[in-house]
């Protein structure tokens, strides 16, 4: 960690249903990254990372000043003559951990699979932080120059069913701001899906924390479940390490914060197991 200490929230839960977490920056070089390069840093993690493959790249989301309430979507810089590099998935052998790479941004994913234990935030912030260092180390020393952020997202991905709470509270008592109401007789049915989001300024700046739930069938057994993503993005007034760490600190802090404020007390104490 660079001789400092990341704090993180003082809220902890031993089995939340937290079912992926993933970092991202997205970043700007002054040439752009060849395919070739995608080959000489995968050389240096393919011993965590041994399967790779390509997809389409990710576009670009970059958030306006706080106090808007819109984002920006952006096609990739295409430089002349040079079509945008592919994304490249560097996955771990278990298939839990995976880097993805392109002209324009890395991201680090942990994803829980089968396994009922995931790393805390201090650790994974730790391994991202490692790989990014190598990733722009390995630009520079490749002749592509230094990679400077211009943009941080922290996303938490939650999948809440019948088994980690959805039994308890059901669908209209899960979200504290989207509660539904059932005093009297309703003309509407209950939802047959819906998708709902809300979007909260950070503080100092910081960019926003976007909310979103929705209605969606896990397989194998199509069960219905609600997805609740929590995802911050946005960028510190200063650019450097300290200001990186201290925006994924205050990240961190509100998307904990931010999901326990959103979801039922019964289920932080009887199924979540808030510590």
């Given at each position: ?126 391994e991202f932080e490692s790989q990014l260092a ?142």
């Open positions: 960690m660079h001789g400092e200490t990341l704090m993180s929230s003082p809220i902890k839960f031993q089995n939340p249903p937290v079912g992926e977490v993933a970092f991202s920056v997205s970043f700007q070089t002054p040439k752009p990254m060849s395919g070739a390069f995608i080959g000489i840093f995968w050389s240096q993690v393919r011993d965590k990372f041994p399967d790779l493959s390509e997809v389409s790249p990710i576009q670009a989301v970059i958030e306006g000043p706080s106090q808007g309430a819109t984002v920006t979507a952006i096609p990739l810089l295409q430089m002349v003559n040079i079509p945008p590099l592919r994304r490249a998935i560097l996955k771990s052998q278990d298939g839990r951990h995976i880097i993805q790479l392109q002209q324009d941004r890395f991201i680090l994913n942990w994803t829980r699979g089968k396994s009922t234990t995931y790393p805390d935030f201090e650790t994974a912030f730790s190598l990733l722009k180390k390995t630009l520079r020393a490749e002749g592509f120059g230094e990679a400077d952020d211009n943009q941080y997202e922290l996303l938490y991905v939650n999948l809440i069913g019948p088994e980690n709470g959805l039994a308890l509270v059901g669908e209209g008592g899960l979200l504290a701001d989207h509660t539904r109401h059932s005093k009297g007789e309703r003309f509407l049915p209950d939802p047959s899906g819906f998708n709902w989001t809300s979007t909260y300024p950070l503080p100092n700046e910081f960019g926003r924390l976007h909310i979103t739930a929705q209605a969606v069938l896990v397989p194998p057994d199509s069960k219905r479940h609600v997805r609740l993503d929590l995802v911050a993005r946005g960028f510190p007034p200063t650019g450097g390490e300290a200001s990186r760490r201290q925006w994924f600190q205050l990240a961190h802090e509100w998307i904990v914060e931010g999901f326990t404020d959103s979801t039922p007390a019964i289920l932080h104490k009887e199924v979540w197991k808030r510590l």
